[in-house]
């Protein structure tokens, strides 16, 4: 089943602890992207990349970290979580060109203590 | 710069009633529209897609949206609504697909249908 896939679904940390959420696709797709999802705010993006080894900022980059080594894993990397990094993120990914949607992982809950 | 506003955080009606969700965006240059759904629980999944060709755009579900330039807009309407269409519904706009293609969200509307 063509899919991509987070991991962990549910998380609960403390202040500072170095986190790292997973994200693979299995449709060889070129662009992954990484969003959070906050009430009254829609979904922003973090980071996204267009193929391996290349990535670059969205808007709210801030705090995170990634990385594009293989073509169907997109890690988001926390080094140093803090509350306001408590959320609802979603890993997507999508082929290149213009007539080919993102298809979204089913999320990973994130609350920072 | 681009934006997506959806009038109207929670919408309600009656099954088999008119579903109309508002969505109008600012964009310099001929957009990329979408409309995406979510479940509980669940990530995104598209409904349907504008990419500059008809207008009127048909999709999942029994969901279509009207691209109309004049108006800056992309309601998303279904004509009789079902129970199971209740959800968060996401319109998003985007000018660069082929340049990492960012997706800009509107702030969602969640659909309540009554019995």
Known sequence: EAQVTQNPRYLITVTGKKLTVTCSQNMNHEYMSWYRQDPGLGLRQIYYSMNVEVTDKGDVPEGYKVSRKEKRNFPLILESPSPNQTSLYFCASRRQGENYGYTFGSGTRLTVV | ?115
């Open chain 2, 1 to 115: 710069a681009q934006s997506v506003t959806q009038l109207g955080s929670h919408v309600s009606v009656s099954e088999g009633a008119l579903v109309l969700l508002r969505c109008n965006y600012s964009s310099s240059v001929p957009p990329y529209l979408f409309w995406y759904v979510q479940y509980p629980n669940q990530g995104l999944q598209l409904l349907l897609k504008y990419t500059s060709a008809a207008t009127l755009v048909k999709g999942i579900n029994g969901f279509e949206a009207e691209f109309k330039k004049s108006e800056t807009s992309f309601h998303l309407t279904k004509p009789s609504a079902h129970m199971s269409d209740a959800a968060e519904y996401f319109c998003a706009v985007t000018e660069d697909y082929n340049q990492g293609g960012k997706l800009i969200f509107g702030q969602g509307t969640e659909l309540s249908v009554k019995p």
